[in-house]
């Protein structure tokens, strides 16, 4: 079972920054994609950064240049430094994983997609 824990949203004041993290956990062989996904209220959740495992990187129009991806394979985990925040950067931002190689046991080594992360709060105040 693939498990996602994110930290480090809060509330922050517009121009200030904050870093994101997102741990993977579980019989995890590999990561293909890792990236961020933010909802806010009344609003379709939309994709803000993702990353590969070789370090292409995409990122929302909104956010390109402010924010930045990184992830740690060894670790499996994936890190948004968000500067610069607005008050439009106010949303639920979650991790995802994608195409993730685990080790099943018996069931033997399986690639699934499509694991979220509960959620963290990132506000930004004007």
């Known amino acids: 079972q693939v498990q996602l824990v994110e930290s480090g949203g809060g509330l922050v004041q517009a121009g200030g920054s904050l870093r994101l993290s997102c741990a993977a956990s579980g019989s995890i062989i590999s990561i293909n994609a890792m990236g961020w996904y933010r909802q806010a209220p009344g609003k379709q959740r939309e994709l803000v950064a993702a990353i590969t495992s070789g370090g292409s990187t995409n990122y929302a129009d909104s956010v390109n240049g402010r924010f930045t991806i990184s992830r740690d394979n060894a670790k499996n985990t994936v890190y948004l430094q968000m500067n610069s925040l607005k008050p439009e950067d106010t949303a639920v931002y979650y991790c995802?994983?994608?195409?993730?190689?685990?080790?099943?046991?018996?069931?033997?080594?399986?690639?699934?997609?499509?694991?979220w992360g509960q959620g963290t709060q990132v506000t930004v105040s004007s």
């Open positions: 995802n994983a994608d195409r993730v190689v685990s080790d099943y046991g018996i069931m033997g080594v399986v690639e699934l997609s499509g694991y």
